[in-house]
């Protein structure tokens, strides 16, 4: 299955082709993916695909077919494509035009990475851009996307350093997934697969843009108090001076027995930042009754048992606030949290959430966590919209 849209006009300065393949053989996959998104003069070429392909032979047919191209992409836990959201399929946009500069850099050994890496590759993506455009990268024109190995624990770090260097330029991004299994996220780039990575990439656009994010949780009365955890490892022994798992448990009225991600997406923790909640995602509960979370949480942190309000109202906001800003979204490229969609098939919400999607463009995945300005976060949406361009 596969479907394309351009989008251009007599002033307009970006061609966008979109594609999706829902063929499970991986030299089929590529090819209608390649048909579908091929154009002269790329500029942006980006993918995302399920871990259920033969990815070696994924990577070497699309390295064949795209050839020089700077091909981008990552594995991920369900797709959002131009037919809305699939599951083991390959979707994929590509952009060229006078209206785009782009550039990437891939940086490895995130498991050794330091504050300094970020603000170096910052530095030479910013002044790479500026050699290329001729202008300097700012708020008003350039926004960065940030693809991360989603099993390295290092999202936090990379980040906030990357964020640094960035200075007011807008950052969103997704951490690669792999179908929960929690094996092994990979992320595609210079003509192949790879682990313990992340990619950066700065994009310039002459068209009206907004990056944001949205969560559909709220604050209830209930507290929490880590009294015990490994923050190095994203593990919380004890909450309220008892083992971990038993007292989420307790304060849901459950036993811990019954705890699954059904339930860890419809009954998250919330932390207050800045005057701002953000969601800390539940991977899973241990054999220890330790809990493991899918963000960075330490020892003295209250937290907030999270309330859900509608998941497709609260989409349906989003996107009219980002079309009172920039106009109808030519391309919104956005990055959902796993737990978002283990919510959404929970509650059969695949047909809304998918129309939304659709009438917005959206390109994108479903992460084991998102990054947004100098955050790494959990089940929220986050992306940038690209307005039409207006004429004079």
Known sequence: M????????????????TGVSTSRDSIVAASELYEHIYQPDIDLCLFYCSPEYDLKALGDELNRLFG???????TTSGEITPEGYFRNSLTGVSMSGDGIQLVTQRLDDIDQFEISHGIDATRLLKNGL???????????????????DGLCGKEEVVVSSINNGLGSIQLFGGSAADNEVFSETLLFHGGAFRS?????????????????????????????VVTEADPEQRIVTEINGAPAGREYARILGLDVSKLTPQIFSAHPVIVKIGGEYYVRSILKVNADESIMFACAIDEGIVMTVAQGEDMVEN??????????????????LGCD?????????QKGLEGDISRIMMANNVIGFSTYGEQYNASHINQTFTGVAIGPKQEG
């Not at 596969?2 to 082709?17: A, Q, R, Y």
């Not at 310039?204 to 009365?221: G, I, L, N, R, Y």
């Not at 949290?337 to 098939?345: G, I, K, W, Y």
């Open 2 to 17: 596969t479907t394309d849209d351009v989008i251009s006009s007599g002033f307009d300065s970006l061609n966008i082709l």
């Open 68 to 74: 020089d191209i700077n091909l981008i992409g990552c």
């Open 337 to 345: 949290c796993v737990f978002r969609r283990l919510e959404m098939d």
């Open 315 to 332: 989409l349906e906001d989003i996107f009219e606030e980002v079309r009172s800003q920039i106009g109808q979204p030519i391309l919104t």
């Open 130 to 148: 500026a050699q290329q455009s001729g202008l300097t990268a700012s708020s008003e024109n350039t926004f960065a996307v940030l693809l991360i």
């Open 196 to 224: 313990n990575c992340a990619l950066l990439s700065l994009i310039q656009v002459d068209h009206p843009f907004t990056v944001f994010k949205t969560q559909h949780f709220v604050a209830s009365e209930i507290k929490l």
